[in-house]
């Protein structure tokens, strides 16, 4: 009885291994690549995007205007625009042909019908380019981009409805919360809300629709929803994110800029669409 009973405890074990997080095989001689379960499908109403962070030395006058002198600042909704002025924030779009400064800040070298890759560049131990790729859907919430690493303490200056503010945040990091919502000319409204988190982590529950609620922790954060940026992109277009270098104090200078090791530095933010699944479902749809 007892040999059999650690037969069978040997055998939970051994199914229980094949059915945990690794769903693919290890790369090895005579091992195939094949995945041991089909990939879960996406979600209907999902986007695909590529995320780019750069960094780059601070305040160089001749090279920001280089670089924002190709990018349509225009397609931000003027009253948007005006208010992420104030508050030190840059963006725009840009469509179809990469500029060659956005190029050769990303290491891009893009060939037909291939997306492009950032080329690794190191400095002083750290890539100036990170990339990655995040899946957003609707149902399922919206995705979040670090803008900032952790401040120990973090003063603001804001300006909204035409007064000026500051606030001290301690433990913060800026963050910027990416939505979209695919439209059926294969187009995607994009929404980015820039928020600081900050403080200490709390329990919570998050919902992950069909009355499933799973035990979470969080920290405060504050939203600025009068700084909301509104986009319409197709699939390649980018949106690019940046700072005002002349706003120093400003939440656009605490979103976009850092000194992890030495002088003050710039960071860019482009958020990249590379794929519309309801796009590709009305084509599905079409064809039949």
């Given amino acids: 009885m007892r040999f059999l009973l650690h037969q069978l405890t ?8 094949l059915c945990g997080c690794h ?8 091992m195939s690549h094949k995945p041991i379960l089909p990939p879960l499908p996406v979600a209907a109403d999902g986007v695909i995007f ?11 006058e001749e090279e920001n205007a280089q670089l924002w002198d190709e990018i349509d600042e225009q397609a931000i909704d003027r009253d948007v625009r005006r ?9 725009g779009v840009v469509s179809g042909h990469i500029p060659r400064q956005i190029e050769e800040l990303l ?11 950032p080329t690794p560049i190191e400095a002083d131990g750290r890539p100036k380019v990170v990339q990655h790729v995040i899946h957003v859907s609707a149902r399922r919430g919206g995705g979040q981009i670090n803008a900032s690493a952790v401040y120990d303490s973090l003063d603001v200056l804001t300006a909204q409805d035409g007064e000026v503010g500051g606030r001290t945040y301690l433990k913060a990091q800026c963050k910027l919360i ?4 695919p439209q059926g000319d294969g187009s995607v409204r994009v929404q980015i809300l820039p928020q600081v988190h900050h403080g200490q982590a709390k329990p919570g529950f998050t919902s992950f629709g069909q009355g499933i609620l799973r035990m979470t922790t969080s920290r405060p954060s504050q939203s600025f929803e009068e700084l909301q940026i509104i986009a319409s992109l197709a699939p390649g277009d980018m949106l690019v994110l940046g700072c005002l270098t002349d706003r120093q104090g400003s939440l656009g200078h ?8 030495g002088p003050l530095e710039q960071k860019l933010i482009i958020v990249r669409v590379i794929r519309s699944v309801r796009d590709d479902l009305f084509a599905a749809g079409a064809s039949q």
Avoid: C
């Fill in 254 to 261: 605490a979103f976009f800029t850092g000194r992890p090791a």
């Fill in 23 to 30: 769903l693919f095989t290890t790369a090895g001689e005579g």
């Fill in 10 to 17: 040997l055998a939970a074990l051994l199914l229980g291994s």
């Fill in 50 to 60: 590529e995320i780019y962070s750069a960094r780059f030395p601070y305040g160089r």
């Fill in 83 to 91: 208010r992420l002025q104030k508050n030190g924030f840059r963006a």
């Fill in 107 to 117: 290491g891009l070298k893009e060939t037909v019908d291939q997306i492009g890759r």
């Fill in 178 to 181: 990416l939505s979209a919502v």
